[in-house]
């Protein structure tokens, strides 16, 4: 029998149109270890353990399969359309043609409409699907707050033409959210970027909920199983760093599940993607909470430690990695 947690009772954050989301999602990107196959049958075992929110991404080359998985759901009444919360992204090489990349993930995910529709990155940079590190696509270009309007305003007119509920933007930094923000006619919803508790973004952070911008993390538990070619030498593994696991053996529970714990309780959502663990991670937020002492011990363990660098969107003239996150407080062109 399958293991269930009633969604009820699964903790909701809140939008600033008002409508709810839960807060813990699954995520569907399989990092280049993981088939289309297996990642839609983890889906498939999320839905039905009380999962409903999911993320998904054109790029992740799985949206028709899971798009079984809703129809069959739907189907055979596990859940309706409207209990779901799903969410997909815009892909770079699709930047001039929005409203296409869209209806071709609304109809390869069977889903009708978008609850959430998020720009991946904020540039057109393209990259095949595998390369290496040292992937370079001479057409590759640094930010225009122009050309990222020019693609924002395609998505406020899906919002308009119905065909998604709200825009989310994703890997962006502050220089670039002040250049765009202001020029914006719906705000969006919510940002997806990395966080977890060696890369924390308070900053970042702190500037989106000022703003009322829901943070989405991603990497929540450090993907251990990111691509190869995202991992480096120096970076850190959160869940072998010695306070996240003193904190676990305290609660009897795998140091996935303290990240978990911290990220909801340190007030983003995030969207863990899990082959055999996602029951664990779902219930584990409604269960004991981390004590305000252990969260104080988590607000130590900020290093700086960025897993996803983007080496492969780097355009010609940059210097490396550093450049795409515009760590001085200025767009790097």
């Known amino acids: 029998m399958t293991q269930f947690i009633d969604p009820a009772i699964v903790p909701k954050k809140k939008l600033y149109t008002g409508e709810q989301m839960p807060c813990i999602g699954m995520g569907t990107f399989g990092s280049d270890r993981v088939g289309a196959e297996e990642v839609s049958e983890a889906v498939a075992g999320a839905l039905r353990c009380g999962y409903r929110l999911f993320d998904c991404a054109a790029c992740y080359r799985n949206e028709d399969q899971i798009g079984q998985v809703f129809e069959n759901a739907f189907a055979e009444g596990v859940a309706e359309r409207k209990d779901l919360f799903i969410m997909s992204k815009v892909w770079n090489d699709?930047?001039?043609?929005?409203?296409?990349?869209?209806?071709?993930?609304?109809?390869?995910?069977?889903?009708?409409?978008?609850d959430m529709y998020f720009i991946h990155w904020p540039f057109p940079n393209y990259h095949a699907p595998g390369c290496d590190v040292d992937s370079r696509n001479p057409d590759s270009r640094p930010f225009s707050a122009e050309e990222f309007m020019?693609?924002?305003?395609?998505?406020?007119?899906?919002?308009?033409?119905g065909l998604i509920k709200?825009?989310?933007i994703s890997n962006m930094t502050i220089p670039k959210m002040e250049a765009v923000l202001p020029l914006m006619k719906i705000k969006p919803a919510a940002a997806e970027i990395e966080m977890h508790p060696a890369f924390q973004q308070r900053e970042l952070k702190e500037y989106l909920e000022e703003r009322d911008i829901l943070p989405v993390g991603y990497m929540p538990i450090g993907s251990p199983r990111r691509p190869e070619r995202d991992i480096m030498e120096e970076d850190i593994?959160?869940?072998?760093?010695p306070q996240v696991q003193a904190i676990a053996k305290n609660h009897g529970v795998h140091p996935a599940i303290v990240a978990l714990k911290w990220a909801h309780q340190n007030g983003q959502v995030p969207i863990p993607f899990s082959v055999h663990n996602y029951y664990a991670n779902l219930k584990c937020m409604t269960e004991e909470p981390l004590t305000e002492e252990e969260m104080a011990v988590m607000a130590t363990l900020e290093r700086g430690n960025r897993l996803v660098k983007g080496h492969v969107f780097l355009w010609e003239g940059a210097k490396d990695w550093h450049d795409l996150w515009d760590e001085d407080g200025v767009i790097v062109e």
Do not use: F, N, P, W
């Not at 930047?95 to 995910?109: G, M, N, Q, Y």
């Not at 593994?237 to 760093?241: K, P």
């Open 237 to 241: 593994a959160d869940l072998e760093m």
């Open 150 to 161: 020019d693609t924002y305003r395609q998505c406020e007119e899906l919002v308009e033409k």
């Open 94 to 114: 699709m930047h001039r043609d929005v409203e296409k990349a869209c209806r071709k993930s609304i109809e390869d995910l069977k889903c009708e409409y978008l």
């Open 166 to 168: 709200h825009i989310g």
